[in-house]
């Protein structure tokens, strides 16, 4: 029994067409009854090949890869499942895998995505769509037969869509679950009843399957297939610009009635290669136009001066260049102006520096001295002190002395220099 397959069959909610689920329906009811399957190698129409605009196709034996480079193409091809089983196709893990593989692939110039698919488990889109994402080279979907639900949520992340010819089906953009089971102490024909206990504490637990069980399938609804459907729709509505609300009640179309919508057009598949090959050297273009622009840029910013000085001068925080252009005030020019004014009097009074002389040796010179010079300042300024201290004893001698003269008589002769001494230090 194949385990895997049975556990997506029964726990997964799926996107898929319902024509395509119809025809897979009794297939999947053997599985979970039992029925046995062999083993066997993986369909030779799910494994990559490569292609090039020459006609080379890597599936014809005994044909050297040619020298131009290829397009890798990657079949996504069937039930859509996200892990790989024994028995059926690759998951889409294995092959997200295998596309991010061929993008490291120097002699790959861009992508297939080879699609004939009615959709499959809602969690095998995103592996496959994050690998679309991540492609360095351009990426086309091809419609070979089916385009529908889980196939669409992948094939939108593509640069384009092409369908094979008008009467591809596309669309069925939509979530649906599907499983069988008993109600809870519900005998069957030979008297076996289903039992199912939970925990006290888990009153949620399969609360959904349990309801559905039973014939309400609102909270089902709300909890998983609305949440999934809602985010499915939005991811649509993103990556194609023709998408109506009209477009995504789960109907299918004929890729003639959908042009536009679903798919961009109806191409052969010699065309569709031709298309990437287009792609991506547009690409090439456009990525060599802007490391040019970059490079231009650079160097644009790389030769435009910081101009810090002139700023400075200006009253300005930085000096804006502008077509090989600067702008000033009247006020801004006045400014500078006075600034160069000072300098060339600064320049005046170094030009007559001698041989071995430096700007910097002179500015240290400046700086002794005006050492030296506060230095005399304060000695004088003690010197004087000391000398107005001297002259005030001078004076209070001297006084002293012409009393004493004075009491000797009015014809004794004083020292004239003393008296105006004494005159002095008697004036208040």
Known sequence: MNYSLIKA????????????????????????????????????????????????????????????????????????????????????????????????????????????????????????????????????????????????????????????????????????????????????????????????????????????????????????????DLKFMQAVRD??????????????????????VFVDGIKSFEEVVQRVYELAEEQNNSDNQSNSQSHNQNSSNMSKPKLERLAKAAGLESVEIHDNAISLSTDQAVAVESVLEGNETTIGAYSGLKDGESIQGLRDQIATLTSDKEQLTKDNATLTAEKEKLEKETVDETGAASENDGDQGEGNVTDPEAEHYYKLSQMK
């Open 239 to 260: 990556h194609r610009q023709g998408i109506k609300d009209e477009h995504l009640t789960g109907k299918t179309y004929m890729a003639k009635d959908s042009i536009g």
């Open 9 to 228: 069959i029964i726990n997964d909610t799926w996107n898929i067409a319902p024509e395509y689920f119809i025809q897979w329906f009794p297939v999947a009811r053997s599985i979970v009854k039992g029925m046995e399957f062999s083993l066997e190698d993986e369909m030779k129409e799910s494994i990559p090949f490569s292609v090039s605009a020459s006609g080379y196709d890597s599936r014809s034996t005994g044909e050297p890869k040619p020298e131009e480079k290829v397009v890798a193409v990657t079949p996504l091809i069937g039930p859509m499942l996200k892990y790989d089983t024994p028995c059926g196709p690759k998951g889409t893990m294995t092959m997200a895998a295998r596309l991010a593989k061929a993008d490291q692939d120097e002699s790959v110039i861009g992508h297939i995505l080879f699609t004939d698919t009615g959709g499959g488990q809602s969690m095998s889109v995103n592996p496959m769509a994050d690998a679309i994402k991540n492609l360095k080279k351009p990426i086309i979907g091809f419609v070979h037969g089916y385009m529908a639900s889980a196939g669409v949520g992948v094939n939108v992340h593509c640069d384009e869509i092409y369908a094979s010819n008008d009467h591809d089906i596309v669309g069925s953009v939509g979530t649906m679950i599907a499983f069988e089971a008993r109600e809870i102490m519900k005998e069957d024909k030979d008297g076996y009843k289903e039992i199912r206990i939970y925990s006290d504490h888990s009153p949620d637990k399969n609360l959904e399957f349990e309801e559905a069980i039973k014939g309400n399938f609102k909270v089902i609804k709300e909890r998983l297939l609305n949440p999934l």
